[in-house]
């Protein structure tokens, strides 16, 4: 997340009554080779474009439905944040192109892995994710809360966050047994240096 001193951005209650009105049709299927009907590449061009930014071409590459390792979910999740970002509340604040195109590349593909596109929709929980999700990469709080406010509540609805945190706890646990193994191991050579001395 961005390092910027961060400011009051849009109300959460819009952006969650824009992700519930989502058309249909931006969670088509997406265009991959000749199947599917949603050019997410081309939505996504349209609203980075309305935002003053252009597509940089690796991204541009990696919506095209063509690349391995980008499946069809994160081409979905990304339409619909491309119609997240095309509301109008987001003119009022100050968006850099290269927050935005990161929300497509790096935040887009992290909630991809954690549930399907229509989740986030659909499901209140999900869909508090993925506007606050947008909301603080783009340097922001939501209207009406406070830093620590935004990121608790970030916190608690964030499959990410979740995972981030097990997958830290896990790390700390295998250090933790490392070092204790480490210390079985030089007790029980020293018992043994002790054995042998006598």
Request: charged letters at 25%; proline letters at 5%.
């Amino acid at each position: 997340m961005p390092d910027m001193p961060m400011t009051t951005g849009p109300s959460l209650d819009v952006l969650l009554r824009r992700l519930l009105d989502t058309p249909p049709d931006f969670l088509d299927p997406p265009r991959r080779g000749r199947e599917g009907q949603l050019h997410v590449a081309a939505v996504v061009n349209d609203v980075l474009a309305m935002h003053g930014t252009a597509m940089a071409s690796s991204l541009r590459v990696t919506l095209s439905g063509g690349l391995q390792g980008v499946n069809a979910n994160q081409l979905s999740l990304s339409a619909v944040m491309a119609w997240l970002l095309a509301d109008a509340t987001w003119q009022s604040f100050d968006r850099d192109g290269e927050q935005l195109q990161a929300l497509f590349s790096e935040a887009v593909p992290a909630l991809a892995t954690e549930a399907a596109a229509t989740r986030y929709v659909l499901e209140p929980d999900r869909r508090e994710e993925l506007a606050r999700t947008t909301i603080a990469r783009l340097g922001l709080l939501p209207a009406g809360e406070t830093a620590a406010q935004a990121a608790d509540r970030l916190a608690s609805v964030s499959g990410v966050e979740r995972r981030r945190l097990l997958e830290a706890s896990r790390a700390a646990e295998a250090r933790a047994r490392a070092i204790r193994e480490a210390l079985a191991r030089k007790a029980a050579e020293e018992s043994a240096d002790k054995w042998t001395r006598e």
